[in-house]
């Protein structure tokens, strides 16, 4: 029964990431609007209705990265990873996503990025 659900949440998980790798880019390059010293941004969330995968922005990544609750997810391939990546980020290829969801901590958000 583990195994099933294993496979089926590793499965839910690389559709998810192959969905949002295809989304669209103006989802994730919108510019905030001018705000005021004292305002606090609004939620950054997008949501595409092609795919339920939540849109974060790069302040909110970079404050999650900074208090431990996050791990981010590099899964584009191995040369690309090393000319140039996330600081912070792990490796693991599109393709090997799915065998590999037992590396990902349960108790961290998971945030994949591809381009």
């Known amino acids: 029964m583990r195994k099933a659900f294993i496979t089926f ?5 690389a559709i998810g990431l192959f969905a949002a790798c295809n989304s669209a880019e103006h989802l994730l390059t919108q510019t905030p609007s001018a705000q005021t010293k004292d305002a606090k941004p609004a939620p950054a ?3 595409n209705p092609s795919d339920a995968a939540r849109r974060i922005k790069a302040e909110e990544l970079h ?7 996050v791990l981010i997810v590099d899964t584009r391939n191995e040369a690309s990873y090393k000319q140039s990546h996330i600081k912070g980020a792990i ?13 990902l901590p349960r108790d961290k958000m998971i945030v994949t990025y591809c381009t």
């Open 45 to 47: 969330v997008a949501q």
């Open 63 to 69: 404050d999650l990265f900074e208090k431990g609750k």
């Open 9 to 13: 949440f590793a499965s839910a998980a």
């Open 91 to 103: 490796l693991i290829p599109a393709g090997e996503f799915a065998t590999r969801t037992g590396e």
